[in-house]
């Protein structure tokens, strides 16, 4: 994608540079090790600029094609691949999850976790594809602690201590189809392992395991060449390490490079967290929905369906403003995206009909149809809800909006 002059699109350059001090502050501070920061509008780059380091005990600078771990902005890209295939007419948003993957045909939701078993009722209605779009359906995640099932979630050793899944696909679906659903199908948001299952349902349904899928009608077609399920040997150069905040302040090596999982291909393919992606690619992946589909002649959805997934799809009750730490204010949910409906509740510098989400390494997107604009901010420490740098960006980008 082109750069362009920020006043040429109606951005101050100077407001911009703003990003930086905020930005570069956090990594002299010690609390981030360094940030890809890009803003785009009406297709052109504005803003783009490294700060920091990539790899901070081998003294590697940020570089503009490093490779991040994403984590769940994959499920941006999950949800796009399968509504790709909902397009060809092989299934219907209403369809029961059931008819591709029996085992969450009786899938129990707990009752009362009191006593010596937890008691457990029937489902009052199936699980259904568009429930794990809208996260839905039930299922949770083990970092939660508002509900017994979060427990029996740590307790089934689902994922390990980078939140990556290490067990077949059969297996998975064995695994959570024992565990008991947090609510009733329907009944309430929560974010959850829904995008994974759809990880899932997606190779169920087209017939191939869901790397070659994603690389085939995704990644090839809009260039992402560094965007997959691992990071190859010929690219490890490339990778940055993930840290977290130490006890005493300063950065905790979390994963590096030489030593990380995501070095080889996982037993698991998981729609939910598992790729890893540069500042570029994903911008490419974001432009072509800011599109309505396609980008630079290649189309990926029909205009009709981007519509629909990024419209409103909960009603009133299931407002996901009150979980944490994925707090919500002023959005509800789309099919794979957050978008927001409020932008005064929201207390950010957004528009309504804005979307996007992040990822737990604390990495984030947004896109925003109203002003032609998208913002991407990849870094690498966990867990994302450390700092308010995802929020403040969004701010910042606003605020050096003039035209």
């Known amino acids: 994608m082109d750069t362009i002059t920020p006043e040429d699109v109606g951005f101050s350059a100077s407001r911009l540079d703003r990003i930086g001090a905020v930005m570069q502050g956090y990594v002299e501070e010690g609390k981030l090790p ?3 920061a890009t803003v785009a509008r009406h297709g052109k780059i504005v803003y ?26 994959t499920k941006a890209v999950a949800s796009v691949a399968l509504m790709m295939l909902y397009e060809e007419g092989r299934f219907q948003l209403h ?3 059931s008819r591709f ?8 939701v707990l009752v009362d976790a009191e006593g010596a078993s937890p008691a457990v009722t029937d489902l009052k209605r199936a699980i259904t594809i568009k429930h794990l779009l809208t996260h839905t359906a039930g299922f949770t995640y083990d970092f ?16 390990d201590r980078l939140g990556l899944f290490d067990l077949s696909r059969e297996a998975f679906i064995e695994k959570l189809a024992a565990l008991p659903l947090v609510s009733q199908p329907g009944d309430a948001w929560r974010y959850s392992m829904a995008t994974d299952v759809l990880g899932c349902l997606i190779e169920v349904v087209a017939g191939v395991t869901l790397d070659v899928f994603l690389e085939d009608r995704l990644f090839r077609p809009l260039g992402m060449e560094d965007t997959g399920f691992h ?20 950065l905790n090596l979390l994963d590096a490079p030489a030593a990380s999982p995501f070095r080889k291909p996982p037993r698991f393919l998981s729609g939910g967290i598992g790729l890893v992606s540069t500042a570029a690619d994903y911008l490419r992946f974001t432009q072509m929905l800011l599109n309505g589909g396609q980008l630079e002649g290649t189309r990926l959805l029909g205009r009709k369906t981007v519509e629909l997934m990024t419209s409103n799809h909960l009603p009133d009750e299931l407002i996901p403003i009150r979980l944490q730490p994925h707090t919500l204010h002023g959005c509800d949910f789309g099919l794979g995206f957050r978008v927001v409906v409020n932008a005064a509740q929201a207390g950010l510098l957004t528009s309504e009909g804005e979307y996007g989400w992040g990822g737990a390494a604390s990495t984030s997107f947004f896109i925003d149809p109203k002003e032609d604009l998208i913002g991407l901010l990849l870094t690498q420490l966990m867990p994302s809800r450390t700092y308010p740098n995802r929020n403040q960006f969004r701010v910042l980008v606003g605020q050096a909006l003039v035209d």
């Not at 600078?61 to 771990?69: A, E, K, L, Y």
């Not at 993957?101 to 009786?106: C, F, G, M, N, Q």
């Not at 939660?144 to 979060?150: K, Y």
């Open 34 to 36: 360094g940030v890809v």
């Open 95 to 97: 369809d029961p999850v």
């Open 231 to 250: 990071v190859p040997e010929a690219k490890l150069e490339r990778f940055a390490a993930m840290y977290g905040p130490a006890e005493h302040g300063g």
């Open 48 to 73: 783009r600029e490294r700060f920091g380091m990539m790899d901070v005990e081998a003294a590697k600078p940020m570089q503009f094609d490093t490779i991040f771990r994403i984590y769940s902005m």
């Open 144 to 159: 939660f602690d508002d509900s017994p099932v979060d427990g029996m979630y740590r307790e089934a050793s689902l994922v």
């Open 101 to 108: 993957i029996p085992e969450l045909a009786d899938v129990k």
